[in-house]
């Protein structure tokens, strides 16, 4: 199959990951391995126009063309900023520091 490529798409949940095995033509994007997986139905939830994509870890565009052995990624949302986060706990360890 030298025409094709082999990719996995992966979308992870708090208590679980699902993960689709795919073999797509040479020259596939981001969008058409997502869309070829069957997550978009699977998970109405993920919206490629909200959830960013990517590929081990590395944002991506959803026209990047593919390589073989490629894991494509749909990344949720993020439920706080973790700057602010860190800025909230530094701020709670100075006043609980002075106050001893």
Same mark, same amino acid.
């Given at each position: ?40 139905? *699977? ?14 870890? *590395?944002?991506? *565009? ?34 609980? *520091?002075?106050?001893?």
């Amino acid at each position: 199959m030298a025409d094709s490529i082999a990719v996995e798409v992966i979308y992870a949940l708090p208590e679980r990951q699902e993960l689709v095995l795919l073999h797509l033509p040479m020259g596939s994007t981001l969008r058409q391995a997502v869309e070829a997986s069957g997550l978009l139905q *699977k998970f109405p939830e993920i919206d490629l126009a909200r959830n960013k994509v990517g590929t081990f870890g *590395k944002l991506g *565009k959803p026209d990047m063309l593919l390589r073989d052995r490629d894991r494509v990624e749909i990344y949720r949302p993020l439920l706080a900023d973790p700057k602010e986060v860190r800025r909230q706990r530094a701020a709670e360890g100075k006043t609980m *520091k002075k106050g001893m």
